[in-house]
């Protein structure tokens, strides 16, 4: 432990005071150079840290001493939270604990001795309520504790308990703390102990406190370069005392500050070295065996009385002291550049604390080329600034081939909220470099996306050289994101011309010659979208017939092809149109990417209809057409799959709207409900038709389809142009007709606002937007439908949720399960359901994944186990046959229990297969997996282990093993306990 006072006696012999009443008179102390930080692990120096010096230090550091002595710091970080305490005399050793507990006033001497209550630099000054540079020794102690342990710098970049340390006073203070604990707790094993331990008593602090200064002989009181007899320090004279002495004379003898004490004086008893009773203990022919070989029993001292305790409590909570941060950020995207041969410029992110007190914070990238500086901050919420913290990034591209990369900035704080946050870093380094692979591939980079460039006379276009194209591995593209291949001059439509000046236009692989400009103004060409092109390069290109007029070759593109007007304007290609991209956050919502901009002249893109305007795609109602043709659309925060055509002509949307994207930001909903699945019913040209197989049938008549059940409410209208995609079968002339059933869980809505939820070809109404939570229904699911669709669905209840105890739940994969602690437990068959009491008639769809799954339900109909009819015959179980138990001596001679026996409804044992009647043993009994819990009528739980049953001893035991209250069966206790009981279960392993 460095000391603030020992560096500046020593560096200033000649004055009277030690360092820290220089501070309270005014005067500032240097920061001398930290030379000494090497011997105490910190190769690399002092972590050059920023941390806040308290406005209010008065009240701010003796409120967080003093909930630091009473473990209300910060009790839930086990770094900076005392350990529990040990006590009693030397035979206790360490097994007698009580809580956590310092005597606040011992902290408060201990901050003024090693500070002089100050967290921030004395050189350079840090005023009252001022950020700066961290109070650091020459031996790499910080802040107002002093800390050293665990402060070595071994990399330059400080740890996050490190960041705190010197950037937050409240966690200086509290490792502070947690170190004069650990030293208390240091013996009997290893130090000397004073009366029985006990932690309220100030005097029994004697060791610990010499220990915080390091248990060296500077610090013994017999040392001879100490005066004796000496009067009690006064904590203001420059006379030399052992460590512990300073501690507890300044407990005695306040500092002032302001003309007022720090906090009240505190009586103190110290060891009176006179006294054999002290000194016998003390004498230096003790010391040596202790200091050298732990072998301390000789030094132990009784407790000086009288005695005395600290009477500071504290009724605050920390919030009250130190408020309560939220980390914030500026930006969560940046876009880094860079050239070859250089660094990318920096880029400034704000660190904002949007909530209240101090936020101290560190700052570490996930990889190594992208560099943070600096590393650590700080940021004051509203009520003590504003102010915010800063940090920069900057790209390293000395070890980097051209491309894009990514990477985090990754910002973390003790006691705040919004961390860990992060901080997407792209790098796009190279721009506008050309590759070529081995098998002769050229890529071109362009805001980080690698285009393929696909022929010789569109590198010659764009005006690349050979010379400086970069023959890079064929890996080279693992992992870059591939752009779209940049458009190709020898595509239709597009006009090249050569040194000769002629113009040609291309078509289907053919330059056409323009025999003029009569011709070149007649097909609505713009010179502006000529390329030029090198005499050989033109001599290849197989000729075409010569183009003097109309009809002529017009450019098409992929849909999604982004091309830039002069004016700056975006604009998508969408079939023959173009829709224009009206922001860079439409830009950003779409999922297109800058490097994918053309600039291929504006004739080019003006000849093209336009089509309305892209605003985003995350808009509710936007239409998004993939690569692969897959239609979604947007629809309650949810991108929803478009099944087919005439699914996405009966929702009303326009093909013109459709916008091509490469990604989705939103996430994927259920599919809009395909007018193509059976039962569903379509109009065109005056008919009707019901879809059945994936056919559609013609209804033949009103009365086919009232005979049917079919509701004209439910019709879907499609052009009679679309209905002729669906193939046609037999005509729908009498019953049998085709039913519709939905998925299992599928959300329905009408005109009015009731959502219903399918339950096979029924609905159940879904009760409250909580019953929708609960069940893990996701509102953007839910499908609005014609009313008549919805009224040809009987409805048979409600649902009110789907997570209470013992609710029956369907998942989509048909399986029902039972709800149980929390659990979704799988119920294997309608027996077992009925065994456990549960009814059809709550059965409520579940989203898949809303609860943990648990073990199944143990199998009613499992060998072994006993069923009785409404009749009251009794039968056994044997591999899924019911066998007839004639008699009760029957059941006796099998060990059978009556409290076994289930009785089941009349349909449930009909439906059992019957097989021999059992009339002698052996006997069918029940078996049970490993693992599987039992619970007896005495409360007790066994788990089944290699047909055993092992009592779980406690409920630590229960939960050491990972156990679930909800996998908890009850069975008959004759089932139980005819299992052969084997050892308790104790200690893990666990079945």
């Keep these: 432990m460095s000391k603030f006072f020992n560096r500046y006696t020593t560096a200033l012999p000649l004055l009277s005071l030690v360092a820290f009443a220089l501070a309270v008179t005014g005067g500032s102390q240097p920061t001398y150079a930290h030379h000494l930080c090497g011997n105490t692990g910190s190769p690399y120096g002092a972590f050059d840290i920023q941390t806040y010096e308290a406005a209010d230090y008065r009240n701010v550091y003796a409120r967080t001493m003093e909930l630091a002595g009473w473990n209300r710091l910060f009790p839930e970080y086990p770094t900076f939270a005392p350990p529990a ?59 107002i504790m002093q800390v050293t342990s665990g402060m070595q710098n071994v990399s330059g970049v400080p740890t996050l308990d490190q960041a705190m340390i010197g950037g937050h006073y409240a966690f200086n203070i509290a490792r502070g703390a947690r170190i004069l604990a650990e030293k208390w707790n240091g013996a009997p094993e290893y130090r000397p102990i004073v009366g029985t331990r006990n932690p309220t008593v100030i005097e029994d602090w004697y060791y610990a406190l010499w220990g915080y200064n390091g248990f060296a002989f500077k610090n013994h009181p017999l040392n001879p370069d100490y005066a004796w007899p000496r009067p009690a320090y006064d904590c203001g004279s420059a006379r030399s005392y052992p460590y512990q002495e300073l501690i507890l004379g300044c407990a005695q003898n306040p ?63 920390r919030g009250q002291v130190l408020g309560s941060p939220s980390l914030g950020l500026s930006t969560s995207n940046v876009v880094l ?77 003790g006691y705040a909220t919004g961390v860990p946050a992060r901080i997407n870093v792209t790098l796009n380094f190279g721009d506008g470099a050309v590759m070529r692979l081995p098998d002769g591939s050229v890529y071109v980079l362009q805001s980080g996306l690698a285009r393929h460039v696909p022929d010789g006379a569109t590198f010659e276009a764009y005006g690349f050289s050979w010379a400086s194209v970069l023959a890079v591995p064929q890996d080279w593209l693992t992992g870059k994101t591939r752009g779209q291949d940049l458009p190709s001059v020898l595509a239709d439509g597009r006009l090249i011309r050569g040194p000769d000046g002629g113009t040609y236009a291309m078509q289907a692989g053919r330059k056409r010659w323009i025999t003029g400009p009569a011709a070149f103004a007649a097909c609505g060409y713009g010179w502006d979208s000529v390329s030029s092109v090198s005499g050989p390069t033109v001599g290849q290109i197989p000729n075409g017939a010569f183009l003097g007029g109309a009809p002529c070759p017009q450019p098409s593109f992929p849909d999604g092809t982004l091309l830039r007007t002069s004016d700056g304007g975006i604009w998508v290609t969408v079939g023959n149109g173009r829709r224009w991209v009206t922001s860079g956050q439409a830009m950003w919502d779409c999922f297109y990417q800058w490097g994918n901009v053309n600039g291929l002249g504006d004739s080019l893109v003006t000849q093209r209809p336009i089509f309305p305007n892209v605003e985003s795609c995350k808009n509710e109602g936007s239409i998004l057409r993939r690569a692969d043709g897959s239609v979604y659309l947007v629809r309650g925060g949810l991108n929803h799959h478009v099944p087919n055509g005439p699914t996405f002509e009966a929702n009303g949307l326009d093909w013109t709207r459709a916008t091509p994207v490469d990604g989705f930001w939103l996430p994927v909903g259920d599919p809009l409900l395909d007018v193509l699945m059976n039962g569903r019913l379509l109009h065109a040209s005056g008919k009707v038709y019901v879809m059945d197989g994936g056919v559609r049938r013609w209804v033949a008549s009103a009365a086919v389809f009232n005979a049917c059940g079919y509701n004209w409410g439910a019709i879907s209208n499609i052009s009679a142009g679309t209905l002729s995609t669906v193939p046609e079968g037999p005509p729908l002339q009498s019953p049998p007709c085709p039913a519709l059933t939905l998925p299992i869980g599928t959300l329905l809505r009408g005109s009015d606002t009731a959502v219903w939820t399918t339950l096979g070809p029924n609905r159940k109404w879904v009760m409250s937007p ?47 399960s039972v709800v149980r602690s929390g659990l979704r437990r799988w119920v294997p068959n309608p027996a077992t359901l009925e065994a456990n009491g549960l009814s059809w008639g709550s059965l409520a769809p579940m989203a898949d994944g809303r609860l943990w799954e648990g073990r199944p339900l143990i199998d009613a109909l499992g060998t072994g186990m006993l069923v009785r009819s409404p009749e009251g015959a009794v039968y056994v179980m044997q591999s899924g046959a019911k066998r007839h138990v004639p008699s009760p001596a029957v059941m006796d001679s099998c060990g059978y229990g009556w409290d076994a026996v289930v009785t089941y409804s009349a349909a449930t044992i009909a439906a059992i297969p019957d097989g021999l009647p059992l009339s002698t043993p052996p006997c069918p009994k029940p078996s049970f997996t490993n693992g599987t819990l039992l619970w007896t009528s005495d409360g007790g739980i066994w788990a089944v282990q290699s047909g055993q049953r092992r009592w779980v001893a406690s409920p630590a035991m229960f939960g050491a093993c990972g156990y679930l209250p909800g996998n908890v069966d009850r069975l008959a206790d004759s089932t139980i306990f005819a299992l052969p009981r084997g050892p308790d279960l104790s200690s893990p392993p666990c079945p």
């Design 85 to 143: 305490m040990e006590t009693g005399d030397r035979g206790a050793g360490s097994g007698s604990l009580m809580g956590p507990y310092i005597p606040p006033v011992l902290l408060k001497s201990i901050a003024w001795i090693e500070s002089g209550w100050a967290q921030a630099s004395y050189d350079p000054p840090v005023q009252y309520g001022q950020i700066g540079p961290v109070l650091s020794s020459h031996d790499c102690g910080y802040g």
């Design 337 to 413: 550049s860079a050239v070859p041969g250089s660094q990318s410029p920096p880029a400034r992110i704000d660190v904002l604390n949007r909530g209240s007190g101090l936020l101290s914070w560190r700052a570490t990238s996930t990889a190594a080329w992208l560099k943070v500086s600096p590393y650590q901050g700080v940021a004051l919420g509203a009520d003590l600034g504003p102010y915010n913290g800063s940090f920069a990034i900057q790209a390293d591209t000395a070890s980097l081939l051209p491309g894009t990369y990514t990477a985090q900035v990754v910002l973390e704080s």
């Design 770 to 816: 909580e019953a929708i939570a609960d069940c893990g229904y996701n509102g953007g699911n839910v499908q609005f439908v014609p009313d008549g669709l919805l009224a040809a669905m009987p409805a048979i209840g409600a649902v009110q949720g789907c997570t209470t105890e013992r609710s029956l739940v369907l998942t989509r994969d048909g399986r029902v």
């Design 255 to 317: 500092p002032a500050r302001g003309g007022s004490q720090l906090w009240n004086s505190q009586p103190v008893t110290l060891p009176n070295l006179s006294d054999p009773a002290f000194y016998d203990h003390l004498k230096l022919e003790n010391w040596n065996p202790c200091s050298s070989n732990l072998q301390c029993a000789a030094m132990d001292i009784p407790t000086p009385n009288p005695a005395h305790q600290d009477p500071s409590g504290t009724d605050l909570n």
